[in-house]
T-cell receptor, first 113, second 111 residues
Framework: GAGVSQSPRYKVAKRGQDVALRCDPI?????LFWYQQALGQGPEFLTY????????KSGLPSDRFFAERPEGSVSTLKIQRTQQEDSAVYLC???????????FGDGTRLSIL | RKEVEQDPGPFNVPEGATVAFNCTYS??????FFWYRQDCRKEPKLLMS???SGNEDGRFTAQLNRASQYISLLIRDSKLSDSATYLC????????????FGTGTQLKVEL
């Protein structure tokens, strides 16, 4: 099925390295969201795109986090100079438009050593 | 204080039992309300929306009390397959309708 696809599924990096996480939303979905889920917690909002425009980045924890969606489809979440506290599952969700249900990908499990 | 509060559990119940989860939210501007289900190492999946009039889907009943800012989920005749984490979720509307999640309540249904 053509659900939300995220890659890689698992990523291990050393502290200080840069990482890039990819999200392929459902085709035609206008809205795209990134969430961060720490162990034992619910997902927390990071950022939101409507097409290629990043309309809300209020949840990004620091300026080390950067997201883009240049052509309004695939999105990349980049984390620079990773820290141990960045270890979490990063979830991507897409929806056909505002006020429509969000469909989640399987997530990328990031471990920083 | 978190915007959405839930008892983390775990709730351990025997098969066939009725179990209820509660959730409170702090932002009175919240507009939409949901219960999501998340299995271990899986993505959250929408279980049901929650309305003030209450709504039922099979063995699941959800209720919203706007005055008390309180949301509930009732599961009747619980099955082993209901074992999961149940996430209470609210949105404020506008700005893409980002979801605000509670910590989740873990349910374990046992034989």
């Amino acid at each position: 099925g053509a659900g939300v696809s995220q890659s890689p599924r698992y990523k291990v990096a050393k502290r200080g390295q840069d990482v890039a996480l990819r999200c392929d939303p459902i085709s035609g979905h206008v809205s795209l969201f990134w969430y961060q889920q720490a162990l034992g917690q619910g997902p927390e909002f990071l950022t939101y795109f409507q097409n290629e425009a990043q309309l809300d980045k209020s949840g990004l924890p620091s300026d080390r986090f950067f997201a883009e969606r240049p052509e309004g489809s695939v999105s990349t979440l980049k984390i620079q100079r990773t820290q141990q506290e960045d270890s979490a599952v990063y979830l991507c969700a897409s929806s056909p438009g505002v006020d429509q249900p969000q469909h989640f990908g399987d997530g990328t499990r990031l471990s920083i050593l | 204080r978190k915007e959405v509060e839930q008892d983390p559990g775990p709730f351990n119940v025997p098969e066939g039992a009725t179990v209820a989860f509660n959730c409170t939210y702090s932002n009175s501007a919240s507009q939409s309300f949901f219960w999501y289900r998340q299995d271990c190492r899986k993505e959250p999946k929408l279980l049901m929306s929650v309305y003030s009039s209450g709504n039922e889907d099979g063995r699941f009943t959800a209720q919203l009390n706007r005055a008390s800012q309180y949301i509930s989920l009732l599961i009747r005749d619980s099955k082993l397959s209901d074992s999961a984490t149940y996430l209470c979720v609210v949105t404020r509307g506008g700005g893409g309708n980002k979801l605000t999640f509670g910590t989740g309540t873990q349910l374990k249904v046992e034989l």
